[in-house]
């Protein structure tokens, strides 16, 4: 279970973080030969990170392109009022919008978004 404190890695743990973010499916006995570690040695260090909270989840990552969304953009959106519960139902409803940062300044947010076309975005 993940803590609030920062878990201690060594090198290893680092190498085998930059591997499986490279490739999240890497079969554990390749991941030990990248690594210079046994098969077991590297399943219980994966399973470490994981118990601890430092791997919280393995995902695809889609090209946007190749389902029918060419157009990649960063979009600033300024929000009026404190009420953001109607944007926190629209960013669920819509799958166009890839991620959403909290920003300090002018803006409120920033918008990842992708689209099918210029006027898709702009709509």
Avoid at 72 to 94: C, E, M, T
């Amino acid at each position: 279970m993940a803590t609030n404190s920062t878990v201690p890695l060594d090198d290893t743990d680092w190498a085998i973080l930059a591997e499986l973010q490279a490739d999240g499916r890497l079969p554990v006995a390749e991941l030990g030969r990248r690594v210079n570690m046994s098969t077991s040695a590297t399943a219980e260090r994966v399973r470490r990170l994981e118990a601890s909270g430092v791997i919280v989840g393995y995902r695809a990552v889609v090209d946007p392109a190749l389902v029918g969304f060419p157009v990649l953009a960063i979009v600033r959106l300024k929000y009026p009022g404190s009420r953001h519960d109607p944007l926190r139902d629209l960013l669920a409803q819509r799958r166009e919008i890839l991620e959403c940062l909290r920003v300090t300044g002018d803006d409120c947010y920033i918008l990842r978004v992708t689209a099918g076309s210029m006027g898709h975005l702009e709509h």
